[in-house]
């Protein structure tokens, strides 16, 4: 049962995207509030349309944890293949969450490792999905998470654009195929193709809000 410590605490989802973060710290028992310069219809809890930068200068002390995705393009070997430009935004955005003196993560590409500072790498093979779908988080504010094991990656990925082969893992980027069999398989069955291509699986959330929760029953106590 959700304590209602958990429910009184207030998690600002920067970058929200489709809300794949958020749905995590929702199913943690914690408010999520969601933020993203472009409209998202699909986002399933409370939104609010703006610069997420801006926002958390003015607005992020006011709340008790703080999720950041900034855009992965910069990073991402697609982009640097096409050589196309796009600005880092990991900087300003750890800038404007270190103001605020709140605990919070920054979560991106394997690719922006350089940019983070001591990253923790989740997979998604570690909480029984069928992809691996790396990603880092940077923590900071005084909070820190450990991972789950991580498992070694005996299957193979199928090719991109290709259903997955019997005994394979899936690759859910670009146009992939299988966008029914990825909503289950990542638990965000509100999502379309575009949603979930670029999304935290809301398994890798969870155990972050697990492990925040804690740190706040240690400091009660």
Not at 39 to 50: L, M, T, V
Not at 131 to 158: D, I, K, Q, S, V
Request: net charge neutral.
């Amino acid at each position: 049962m959700t304590s209602t410590l958990n429910t009184r605490l207030r998690v600002l989802d920067l970058f929200c995207c489709q809300g794949g973060a958020g749905m995590g710290y929702h199913l943690a028992g914690l408010d999520v509030t969601g933020i993203d310069s472009s409209p998202q219809p699909r986002y399933p809890f409370r939104f609010i349309q703006g610069d997420a930068i801006d926002y958390v200068r003015e607005h992020g002390a006011d709340f008790d944890f703080i999720h950041a995705s900034p855009p992965c393009q910069r990073y991402s070997r697609a982009q640097k293949i096409q050589h196309r430009d796009h600005p880092d935004l990991i900087a300003p955005t750890r800038a404007a969450l270190e103001a605020t003196g709140r605990p919070f993560v920054i979560e991106n590409v394997e690719e922006a490792a350089r940019e983070l500072r001591d990253p923790v790498i989740l997979c998604a093979a570690a909480f029984g999905m069928r992809t691996y779908r790396h990603r880092l988080f940077e923590t900071g504010g005084g909070f820190t998470f450990a991972p789950p094991l991580h498992p070694g990656h005996w299957a193979p990925l199928t090719k991109m654009g290709r259903p997955r082969a019997a005994g394979h893992f899936a690759h859910y980027v670009g146009n992939f195929s299988g966008v029914a069999e990825a909503r289950t398989d990542m638990q965000v069955p509100w999502m379309n193709r575009d949603g979930i291509r670029e999304c935290i699986p809301p398994a890798y959330t969870q155990h972050i809000a697990a492990a925040f929760l804690a740190s706040r029953l240690e400091v009660a106590a």
